[in-house]
């Protein structure tokens, strides 16, 4: 297998390119044109796209943000993490959260902070064996 590259994922054709990844895991996204204008418009909000690549192929993303608040202080908020299916268990979503977690720690963030579904038990093993502790719940309400 060629080596996976991880760089950004920034000019329209590669985020094109990614949609059908993201999908996989907010399959509430349909439309490709939209979601280009949904994420030019988080960028304005610090949201980046981190790509890995195999070949010309992307094969996974992370899309991640660098925030302060009074419980975290100065954090990195890991926004998606994905994998394309016929290419997980092959160590990209350690590489991709190991980069994200470089750029925290080279912007003197003190923690790396994510959620995760509670149906989710496949990604909550992958998390604790990344390092990342559960410490809360997150709540939702429908507006």
Same mark, same amino acid.
């Given at each position: 297998?060629?080596?996976?590259?991880?760089?950004?994922?920034?000019?329209?054709?590669?985020?094109?390119?990614?949609?059908?990844?993201?999908?996989?895991?907010?399959?509430?996204?349909?439309?490709?044109?939209?979601?280009?204008?949904?994420?030019?418009h988080q960028r304005t909000q610090g949201y980046r796209l981190l790509g890995a690549w195999l070949g010309?192929?992307?094969?996974? !993303?992370?899309?991640?943000?660098?925030?302060?608040?009074? *419980?975290?202080? =100065? +954090?990195?908020?890991?926004?998606? %993490?994905?994998?394309?299916v016929a290419h997980q268990r092959r160590g990209i979503g350690e590489k991709l959260l190991q980069a994200?977690?470089?750029?925290?720690?080279?912007?003197?963030?003190?923690? !790396?902070?994510?959620?995760?579904?509670?149906?989710?038990? *496949?990604?909550? =093993? +992958?998390?604790?064996?990344?390092? %990342?502790?559960?410490?809360?719940?997150?709540?939702?309400?429908?507006?």
């Amino acid at each position: 297998m060629s080596p996976i590259n991880l760089r950004p994922v920034d000019s329209d054709v590669d985020l094109h390119a990614s949609f059908a990844i993201m999908q996989q895991l907010r399959p509430h996204l349909t439309d490709p044109a939209a979601y280009i204008v949904r994420l030019a418009h988080q960028r304005t909000q610090g949201y980046r796209l981190l790509g890995a690549w195999l070949g010309h192929e992307i094969v996974g !993303l992370a899309g991640y943000r660098l925030q302060d608040n009074l *419980l975290y202080d =100065r +954090f990195v908020y890991v926004d998606d %993490l994905v994998i394309e299916v016929a290419h997980q268990r092959r160590g990209i979503g350690e590489k991709l959260l190991q980069a994200v977690r470089q750029q925290a720690v080279a912007l003197q963030c003190k923690h !790396l902070v994510l959620d995760t579904g509670l149906h989710m038990a *496949l990604a909550q =093993r +992958f998390y604790f064996r990344q390092a %990342l502790l559960a410490r809360g719940m997150h709540f939702v309400e429908p507006l």
